[in-house]
């Protein structure tokens, strides 16, 4: 499919830009074409001012023409670098159509080009005739250099075409190819608990004598895999609504201290018993204005990862406060092993894990971050990560969300 959309924008692309590349080429050409008659134009009307034939080396013919044509007869016709027979003179004086104004105008005889300007003056007109050899060869010129530029042009634009078709469908490329692992690793996430409920069930059935005690085994291994499945579940959903843009946050007044320092309460037991340090640091009084139901998913998120990637005996820290644009700013620190910079880019991706190995142990899917970042993008805010000397920091900045915004 790639080679596909590839070889097709890379069709259109050079298309496009050989008709621009054409119509370049054609503008410049028909500018100076048009600037060589106008230049002509006003040698002819030089000469009709100063009543004499411009000293050039171009062919030019002036004379009178009355009613009955040429006033004179073709002895009375003044020639310079031309030598015109009688009959093509008066034939060119024929095709020339009195008016009571002046007058350009062009004119066809045996081949060759003709312009002319004429003046009515005292009943009759006078008239300067210069031979177009020069603009027709400027023509045939400028012809032959479009057409070789052109297409010199388009040997050109291949390599061009080539580097812009690869720049432009890298994104697209990019996506799905992250689309393909987004299915390939949500298909595995979710295979595992089913096989491991599948296998539970199969040995609950197996005894169908046995008392729900002796079976307690076999059902919380069906219902620890059930809770993974359903967070797996939920997170996926919500992912998927963030990226069709059918999630918006609900935006209340918070006591945003008071908010997280009881969802910190409520988590500092749980942390000790695990046997981590937990602190906390909040200042006191901020108000923000945000959706509740959010913002406590987003710092349980961050919260979930911390605790899982701290050591026992290790310790978690949490700081709330305002930047100095007064965001509002939640700092989470845990220490354990130093992230690699490489995994930094990627660690807020979805299904990604530093350790893909401690998946399992920890009970994390690779999702908790991503949809922490969402969360915090969705008011206006991003979350950061930084690892150095074993403390790793996790930053999330919140704007404060409009009144007007739309609800799910």
Same mark, same amino acid.
């Given at each position: 499919?790639?080679?596909?959309?590839?070889?097709?924008?890379?069709?259109?692309?050079?298309?496009?830009?050989?008709?621009?590349?054409?119509?370049?080429?054609?503008?410049?050409?028909?500018?100076?074409?048009?600037?060589? +008659?106008?230049?002509? !134009?006003? /040698? =002819?009307? %030089? @000469?009709?001012?100063?009543?004499?034939?411009?000293?050039?080396?171009? #062919?030019?013919?002036?004379?009178?023409?009355?009613?009955?044509?040429?006033?004179?007869?073709?002895?009375?016709?003044?020639?310079?670098?031309?030598?015109?027979?009688?009959?093509?003179?008066?034939?060119?004086?024929?095709?020339?159509?009195?008016?009571?104004?002046?007058?350009?105008?062009?004119?066809?005889?045996?081949?060759?080009?003709?312009?002319?300007?004429?003046?009515?003056?005292?009943?009759?007109?006078?008239?300067?005739?210069? +031979?177009?050899?020069? !603009?027709? /060869? =400027?023509? %045939? @010129?400028?012809?032959?250099?479009?057409?070789?530029?052109?297409?010199? #042009?388009?040997?050109?634009?291949?390599?061009?075409?080539?580097?812009?078709?690869?720049?432009?469908?890298?994104?697209?490329?990019?996506?799905?190819?992250?689309?393909?692992?987004?299915?390939?690793?949500?298909?595995?996430?979710?295979?595992?608990?089913?096989?491991?409920?599948?296998?539970?069930?199969?040995?609950?059935?197996?005894?169908?004598?046995?008392?729900?005690?002796?079976?307690?085994?076999?059902?919380?291994?069906?219902?620890? +895999?059930?809770?993974?499945?359903?967070? =797996?579940?939920?997170?996926?959903?919500?992912?998927?609504?963030?990226?069709?843009?059918?999630?918006?946050?609900?935006?209340?007044?918070?006591?945003?201290?008071?908010?997280?320092?009881?969802?910190?309460?409520?988590?500092?037991?749980?942390?000790?018993?695990?046997?981590?340090?937990?602190?906390?640091?909040?200042?006191?009084?901020?108000?923000?204005?945000?959706?509740?139901?959010?913002?406590?998913?987003?710092?349980?998120?961050?919260?979930?990862?911390?605790?899982?990637?701290?050591?026992?005996?290790?310790?978690?820290?949490?700081?709330?406060?305002?930047?100095?644009? =007064?965001?509002?700013?939640?700092?989470?620190?845990?220490?354990?092993?130093?992230?690699?910079?490489?995994?930094?880019?990627?660690?807020?991706?979805?299904?990604?894990?530093?350790?893909?190995?401690?998946?399992?142990?920890?009970?994390?899917?690779?999702?908790?971050?991503?949809?922490?970042?969402?969360?915090?993008?969705?008011?206006?805010?991003?979350?950061?990560?930084?690892?150095?000397?074993?403390?790793?920091?996790?930053?999330?900045?919140?704007?404060?969300?409009?009144?007007?915004?739309?609800?799910?």
């Amino acid at each position: 499919m790639h080679r596909s959309l590839r070889g097709r924008f890379f069709i259109i692309s050079w298309i496009l830009l050989m008709l621009f590349l054409a119509a370049i080429c054609a503008g410049v050409s028909l500018f100076l074409y048009q600037s060589t +008659e106008s230049e002509t !134009e006003k /040698e =002819l009307r %030089k @000469t009709v001012e100063t009543a004499m034939m411009a000293d050039s080396t171009r #062919g030019m013919v002036s004379f009178k023409l009355g009613e009955n044509g040429i006033i004179g007869g073709p002895k009375m016709i003044a020639q310079r670098h031309l030598h015109l027979s009688d009959e093509t003179l008066v034939s060119l004086a024929g095709s020339i159509e009195l008016k009571n104004e002046p007058q350009t105008g062009r004119l066809v005889q045996d081949g060759m080009r003709y312009l002319y300007y004429s003046v009515p003056n005292d009943g009759y007109t006078w008239v300067v005739i210069v +031979e177009c050899s020069k !603009e027709q /060869e =400027l023509a %045939k @010129t400028l012809k032959r250099n479009s057409i070789l530029f052109t297409l010199l #042009g388009a040997v050109l634009l291949i390599p061009v075409c080539a580097w812009l078709t690869k720049w432009v469908s890298k994104p697209i490329e990019t996506a799905w190819e992250q689309q393909n692992d987004f299915v390939s690793d949500a298909t595995h996430e979710l295979k595992t608990p089913l096989t491991v409920i599948a296998t539970n069930t199969e040995a609950v059935m197996s005894n169908p004598d046995a008392t729900i005690e002796s079976q307690e085994k076999w059902l919380d291994s069906i219902q620890g +895999e059930t809770t993974r499945m359903a967070g =797996l579940v939920g997170d996926l959903l919500f992912l998927a609504k963030i990226d069709a843009n059918e999630i918006h946050p609900d935006p209340s007044e918070l006591e945003i201290s008071d908010l997280l320092e009881e969802m910190c309460m409520e988590r500092e037991s749980q942390i000790f018993e695990a046997g981590r340090k937990f602190d906390y640091e909040m200042t006191p009084g901020i108000r923000y204005r945000g959706d509740e139901r959010l913002i406590r998913r987003m710092v349980e998120a961050l919260l979930d990862n911390a605790e899982k990637y701290t050591p026992e005996g290790g310790s978690i820290r949490m700081v709330v406060n305002r930047d100095r644009k =007064l965001r509002l700013r939640i700092v989470i620190s845990n220490s354990g092993e130093t992230i690699p910079p490489e995994a930094l880019q990627k660690i807020f991706d979805r299904f990604y894990r530093v350790d893909p190995a401690r998946a399992r142990d920890t009970g994390g899917y690779g999702l908790g971050l991503c949809v922490a970042k969402s969360i915090a993008e969705l008011h206006g805010g991003s979350i950061t990560a930084v690892s150095e000397n074993g403390i790793n920091v996790f930053t999330a900045i919140l704007a404060e969300i409009p009144t007007d915004n739309s609800k799910n």
